[in-house]
Every structure is written in structure tokens, then in C-alpha cells.
């Protein structure tokens, strides 16, 4: 039981030391990194929260590879999001 008490301590601090680095890439002067910056983080935050809190660490492989092609499949809709965002006229 201490032992899965000191993982959940050590991610939550994990996950708050994120999002310092959250508030920290907000505030600094990145211009339009900021945004690939913080997805990048978020990333981060939502992989630990999928391995620890929803208990995929202790998945068969079928299920890792089935969140894995989830998120796989979340990115390829957030780049293509991204993309026809970018490429319209009336977008500064």
C-alpha cells in the first residue's frame, strides 16, 4: 500500500511541476511556439493520467495498443484542425 501511495504522490507532483511549466510557457515570450508548446504538455499530463489513474499500466497489450491508436487518431484530427485553420485567409 505505501508503495502505490508514493507513485500517486510522485505523480501529482509530476503533474504539477506540468503545469508550473504550463503557466510558465504562457507567460514567456515564444510567439507562436506557445501553442505546439503547450499541446506538447498537455500531452504529457493526459499520458499520465491514462497510465496511472486509469490503469493501463496494468492492460493487456491490445488495450495499450487500442489508447494508443486513440490518441494517434485524436492528433491526426487536431493536426488537420490545425492545418485548414492555418491555410484560410481570414485567420491572423
Known amino acids: 500500500m505505501a508503495r502505490e501511495a508514493r507513485l500517486l504522490v510522485l505523480i501529482w507532483v509530476a503533474l504539477m511541476l ?3 511549466s504550463t503557466v510558465a ?4 515570450p515564444l510567439g ?3 501553442p505546439f508548446f503547450n499541446l ?3 500531452a504529457a ?3 499520465l ?3 496511472v489513474f486509469m490503469h493501463l499500466r496494468e492492460q493487456p497489450g491490445l488495450n495499450r495498443v487500442a489508447a ?3 490518441g494517434a487518431w485524436l492528433a491526426i484530427l487536431v493536426t488537420m484542425t490545425l492545418v ?3 491555410t484560410r485567409g481570414w485567420v491572423t
Open 18 to 20: 506540468l503545469l508550473t
Open 84 to 86: 485548414d485553420l492555418g
Open 25 to 28: 510557457v504562457t507567460y514567456s
Open 68 to 70: 494508443l491508436a486513440a
Open 32 to 34: 507562436p511556439l506557445k
Open 49 to 51: 493520467i491514462l497510465w
Open 45 to 47: 499530463k493526459a499520458g
Open 40 to 42: 506538447a504538455i498537455a
